[in-house]
């Protein structure tokens, strides 16, 4: 237990003060509490130090990390959650950061080629981004559909990815970045719970790597304690097998698939809070209706005092924002029982000083695009070839057939243990049968491959296969069955634009 200064005094002397009328005591908690205030100024610089939500805060936190309180919490409860975009940073830069990021992917990313579908979502995203007039259920339509764009790219291709786009200046502001856009007063909020022995974790309706990306480096919040939307992770070379049935090998890395296992907004945050965490939180920090479950969760049926924030963008100078909504969404959830922190009242700075708001957008310019399918373009987009794909392109809209080839290198080792799987004539047996199960005809040609991992030289027989007059969707379904008779992990197809003549020897 705290002794105070007039515990620990002889009765006499303290009779002496109050006879005397000298005020020592009360001049010496004076001093301590200016000590104390000046503390607080420097740990919350950014924050208006009258702001009724951080005096909340600070209250709350000397009082459960107080010992002698009936409210103290020890250390392993005290459990703190944040969203993350608008309540840790900035949302509408003109739209959601991993809004930005899947436009570009569709729209700009030299290393895909979206097909007719995913071109136009992408199309879409751009084109409603200004007006944020997005079709019902953007956020799960979204989730599926960046599920699908980043599958097949490793964690860190994903982060490398995710990097590229962060150093990019913010459209509609001048100073920033996008990886700067943090709100400097919560950062400070983050450090301070820190430092009372909070744990703090983010749970974001945003990708988990994105997320873990964006903060590395600003606040000190390990990957673990990173929640957020999730896809299936598998390994390079299982192939839709199951995680019960694959080994994890030397040869493996660790890919994003098109699976996706959830979109972490409104109840689906407790689940996830639920089942990643396993304690109730005691404070929870949010921006919007899809964080109501998760301050509910926090503040309901707590055997622990607790406490929930709201931050509102309310001060469209210094940041986007739509005034009259957020003060009215703010009177409706100060009545709903949490705090509300605004941006316009308890805010010193959002950004920083150097950071202006421009209001001027470059976005349609900066994703503006003249990409077509990957079906009508038959992946020429990867050779980067700007004729064959305006020839592609002509011929898709006249519906005429594609002029391509197609070229599969098929290795004939077993993939678990390097060994042929059958001896090279056979090997090339069991091939022509296949492929002349799929196509009216074929050229093929034998081949070594080789390559060396450590030390040791590895050397393959492998079947060259030339097929035209197909398309990929039929070369792909014979791939399948190769893959299996072979027991590959994967056959390399080349798509390559052509011009065919069938020749006869002049008159």
Known sequence: ???????????????????????????????????????????????????????????????????????????????????????????????????????????????????????????????????????????????????????????????????????????????????????????????????????????????????????????????????????????????????????????????RTDQLIIKNLKMNKVRAIVQEIGRQPVLSFGNSGGDCSMHNYTIFNNRYRSEAFMLIADVDVRDSATTEKTRALGEEWEQDGYHVISMRDDFKTIYGENVKKTGTFHWLENLAEDRVPVEAEDAAAQAGDGDALEAAAEAAEDGEAEDVQYVMYLGTNDKDTNEPVFDQEEAKEKAKAILLDHFGGYTIDDAEGGWRDGDTVYQEYTLVIYLSDTTLDDVHAAADELIDTFHQSSILIQTNPTSTEFYSKAA
């Open 1 to 255: 237990m705290r002794k105070t200064l007039k515990k620990i005094l002889p009765a006499w002397l303290a009779a002496m003060f109050a006879l005397t009328g000298l005020t020592g005591i009360a001049s010496a908690q004076e001093t301590e509490a200016d000590v104390q205030q000046t503390e607080y100024e420097e740990v919350f610089s950014q924050w208006n130090q009258d702001a009724p939500a951080l005096q909340t805060l600070i209250e709350y936190v000397e009082d459960v990390t107080d010992e002698s309180s009936p409210d103290y919490i020890p250390p392993v409860d005290r459990i703190a959650t944040f969203d993350m975009d608008g309540t840790l940073c900035a949302e509408l830069c003109p739209t959601y950061l991993e809004y930005y990021m899947l436009a570009w992917r569709i729209l700009k990313d030299p290393n895909y080629a979206p097909d007719a579908e995913m071109l136009e979502f992408g199309r879409m995203l751009r084109d409603h981004a200004l007006d944020k007039s997005f079709p019902d259920h953007m956020d799960l339509l979204h989730a599926t559909h960046a599920a699908k764009a980043y599958s097949g790219m490793t964690l860190t291709e994903f982060s490398d990815f995710v990097t590229s786009l962060l150093l990019n200046d913010v459209d509609g502001f001048e100073g920033m970045t996008y990886a700067e856009t943090f709100y400097l007063p919560m950062i400070q909020v983050v450090e301070y719970l820190q430092e009372n022995d909070f744990k703090v974790y983010v749970c974001s309706g945003s990708d988990r790597s994105l997320c873990r990306t964006y903060i590395e480096g600003v606040m000190d919040i390990p990957y673990e304690q990173i929640i957020g939307m999730d896809v299936v992770m598998d390994a390079t070379n299982q192939q839709g097998a199951d995680g019960l049935d694959y080994v994890f090998t030397k040869e493996d890395n660790i890919v």
